[in-house]
């Protein structure tokens, strides 16, 4: 492959040149990439656009906010790239689809409603309490009133100084999926007037 040609070898190069990787072509002997330090390198460089983020979903601006809520709130932490465990066990597609869409900020939480039809994210507010906090993925966990009774019965998901990501990247996944779709289930029986 010719130096200076325009072909793949030339994208190669260009590429982990982004990623910081020098990459020297020559016509003489083949050259060794050293695919896990690309590899690392590309990790790196997506974390990075990742921290630089907002620090809070809940001040930081409208652009972006979703991926912020998601990196801040809900990202696993770099130990914790197994696959996640309810995967493994039999649970209704419901209750996985409710967990996975609050996980994934897509829930039918006001929040993310508010997205719709553009009501300002400070006046999103949580529908079950009288709060008038924003209804958001975190007061539904630490700070809603309308679900105290479910967080007392899983009482054992939670402890002092608890942050989100803690939270909802407890080991038994299970129980975390159960608080929230109590929770749902909970917010859908108050509205229909059943409970
Ligand atoms: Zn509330």
Known sequence: ?????????????????????????????????????????????????????????????????????????????????????????????????????????CSILPVVMGRRDSTPRHLRHCQQCSTVAVGDERHLVFECPAVQHICNYHSNLFWDGQSMRGFVNQTDQAAVMDFIVACFDSFIQIDSGTL
């Open 1 to 105: 492959m010719l130096a200076g040609t325009i072909n793949w070898v030339w994208g190669l190069r260009q590429a982990c040149q982004r990623l910081g990787y020098q990459l020297v072509l020559s016509t003489r002997r083949a050259q060794w990439v050293d695919v896990r330090h690309v590899m690392d390198l590309e990790v790196a460089q997506r974390r990075r656009a990742w921290e630089a983020l907002s620090v809070c979903p809940r001040t930081c601006q409208s652009e972006g906010a979703a991926k912020c809520t998601y990196w801040r709130w809900f990202a696993r932490a770099p130990r914790q790239q197994e696959r996640l465990q309810i995967f493994r066990q039999r649970h209704s597609l419901r209750r996985i689809g409710n967990y996975l869409r609050y996980r994934l900020g």
